[in-house]
C-alpha cells in the first residue's frame, strides 16, 4: 500500500539547467498538487491536476514553471533555466477526489547552484 | 495581512506538559481546517481534520476551531519527545481544493 512517490529525493542543478521532478500518486487517486517550501516559509501551493488536465494553476509562477499529469505514468513539475532562488523543497500531494484528503509525499529537495 | 497565521515558535516544553498550538485566518469562506505535523526533512503527515466549529478528539490530540473569531487550535495532551516536529495548520475554502498553510510552529519536546 504504497503512498505518493516522489523522486528524486535530492536535485542538484546548476542555474539555467532544467530540473524534472516526479510524482506517482497513491493508488486509486487522481488528483494531484504540487507545492513549494522555502526554508523558514510553510508549504505553498503551485498547482492543481487531474489526469490531463491542470484545474487550477493559480500559484505557478508566469515563467520557466509547468506541469503536467499525463494519462499513463507519474505528474512532472518541470522548471527550465533554473535560478537560486529555485532552491526549495516541492512536495506533491494527492487525492481521491476534488476536496478529499491531500496525503503528501517525501518532497524532492532542489538545490541550485 | 497574511491569509493564515501562525506563530513560528520555537515552542520548547518538558515532557508531559500540554501544548497549545494555534493559527488565525482571515478569509470566512475557508470552511476546511486541518492540522498536519512534518519531521524534519520529511513530508507532512495529516493529523486532524475538522470542518464545523467546535472540538474534535483522537487519541492525546484535540482540534478545535471558533469560526466566529477566524481561529483554530490544535492541544497536545502528555507530550512526549516524539512529538518534536513542525506543526502546520491548512485551510481550505468549501469550493477549492488547494490548501493555504500557516508558516508553522516548530515544536520541542524535551526530557
Known amino acids: 500500500n504504497a503512498g505518493v512517490m516522489q523522486n528524486p529525493r535530492h536535485l542538484v542543478r546548476r542555474r539555467g539547467q532544467e530540473a524534472r521532478l516526479r510524482c506517482s500518486p497513491m493508488?486509486?487517486?487522481?488528483?494531484v498538487y504540487w507545492y513549494r517550501q522555502l526554508p523558514e516559509e510553510g508549504l505553498k501551493f503551485m498547482v492543481y491536476?487531474?489526469?490531463?488536465?491542470?484545474?487550477?494553476e493559480s500559484g505557478m509562477p508566469k515563467e520557466r514553471f509547468s506541469a503536467e499529469f499525463p494519462k499513463e505514468g507519474p505528474s512532472i513539475l518541470r522548471i527550465q533555466q533554473v535560478v537560486r532562488g529555485d532552491s526549495a523543497a516541492y512536495f506533491c500531494?494527492?487525492?481521491?477526489?476534488?476536496?478529499?484528503?491531500?496525503?503528501f509525499g517525501p518532497g524532492t529537495r532542489l538545490t541550485v547552484l | 495581512q497574511k491569509e493564515v497565521e501562525q506563530d513560528p515558535g520555537p515552542l520548547s516544553v518538558p515532557e508531559g506538559a500540554i501544548v497549545s498550538l494555534n493559527c488565525t485566518y482571515s478569509?470566512?469562506?475557508?470552511?476546511?481546517f486541518m492540522w498536519y505535523r512534518q519531521y524534519s526533512r520529511k513530508g507532512p503527515e495529516l493529523l486532524m481534520y475538522?470542518?464545523?466549529?467546535g472540538n474534535k478528539e483522537d487519541g492525546r490530540f484535540t482540534a478545535q476551531v471558533d469560526k466566529s473569531s477566524k481561529y483554530i487550535s490544535l492541544f497536545i495532551r502528555d507530550s512526549q519527545p516524539s512529538d518534536s516536529a513542525t506543526y502546520l495548520c491548512?485551510?481550505?475554502?468549501?469550493?477549492?481544493?488547494?490548501?493555504?498553510f500557516g508558516t508553522g510552529t516548530r515544536l520541542q519536546v524535551t526530557l
Open positions: 500531494a494527492s487525492s481521491s477526489g476534488a476536496g478529499d484528503t491531500q496525503y
Open positions: 493508488k486509486g487517486h487522481s488528483h
Open positions: 491536476l487531474q489526469k490531463e488536465n491542470i484545474i487550477d
Open positions: 478569509n470566512s469562506a475557508f470552511q476546511y
Open positions: 475538522t470542518y464545523s466549529s
Open positions: 491548512a485551510i481550505r475554502g468549501g469550493t477549492a481544493s488547494k490548501l493555504t
